[in-house]
């Protein structure tokens, strides 16, 4: 099977770090994905990983560690429309893409 | 990019009437697109995965005879909500994969849709 484990929500201050952790347990693990999501929309794709390490993109930088079934999502210079939800989903071997309930992060100013 | 369009963005309905929500993938073949459900304030829970000339497979807990999925073609997915309930009222989002595989972005979601039933 497949479960995702996520703080429920995070507050962090504008032009600071947060660090959002997800562990999981899934079958046939084949890629943990991280998105975010305002309210009322669409997921937006961050980033993909599918081994062990450290992948940067611009402000947002995403690790994985298969053998420890962790991973998370670092934004650096925090901006106020980075409040949003964060998903990190994980997709098996038959392309079933499972999500967790999300980090909800505030940003103060 | 992979664009992948669902229509209508909001409906409100009836209780009692089907709703139906299409999904289409804009420049891509998808021989299988996902359906996810989102209450407020909670997370997308997948409903059924769709495939192209066959049938969907559901979750457990969805009832297949309520939300009826049709995958007819390669860039078009339907799902039609059955005699709707106001307990159906919900965000509703599909998403698709090509078959081409783009790790930069493997699934594309469509913009979602909030049906309201009354």
């Known amino acids: 099977g497949q479960n995702i484990d996520q703080p429920t929500e995070m507050t962090a201050t504008e032009g600071a770090i947060v660090q959002i952790n997800c562990t999981y347990q899934?079958?046939?693990?084949?890629?943990l994905f991280w998105y975010q999501q305002h309210a009322g929309e669409a997921p937006t794709f961050l980033s993909y990983n599918v081994l062990d390490g450290l992948e940067e993109k611009g402000r947002f930088s995403s690790f994985l560690s298969r053998s420890k079934g962790y991973s998370y999502l670092l934004l650096k210079e925090l901006q106020m429309k980075d409040s949003a939800s964060y998903l990190c989903?994980?997709?098996?071997?038959?392309?079933?893409?499972?999500f967790g309930k999300g980090t909800r992060l505030h940003i103060l100013p | 990019g992979a664009v992948v369009s669902q229509h209508p963005s909001w409906v409100i309905c009836k209780s009692g009437t089907s709703v139906k929500i299409e999904c289409r993938s804009l420049?891509?073949?998808?021989?299988?697109m996902f359906w996810y459900r989102q209450f407020p304030k909670q997370s997308l829970m997948l409903m059924a995965t769709?495939?192209?000339?066959?049938?969907?497979?559901?979750e457990q807990g969805v009832e297949k005879d309520k939300f009826l999925i049709n995958h007819a073609s390669l860039t078009l997915s339907t799902l039609t909500v059955t005699s709707a309930h106001p307990e159906d009222s919900s965000f509703y989002i599909c998403?698709?994969?090509?078959?081409?595989?783009?790790?930069?972005?493997?699934?594309?979601f469509g913009n979602g849709t909030r049906l309201t039933v009354t």
């Open positions: 989903p994980t997709m098996n071997r038959d392309d079933k893409i499972i």
């Open positions: 998403s698709a994969t090509p078959e081409e595989r783009s790790y930069n972005s493997p699934l594309h």
């Open positions: 420049d891509f073949q998808a021989t299988t």
């Open positions: 899934t079958s046939g693990f084949n890629g």
């Open positions: 769709s495939n192209e000339g066959s049938k969907a497979t559901y």
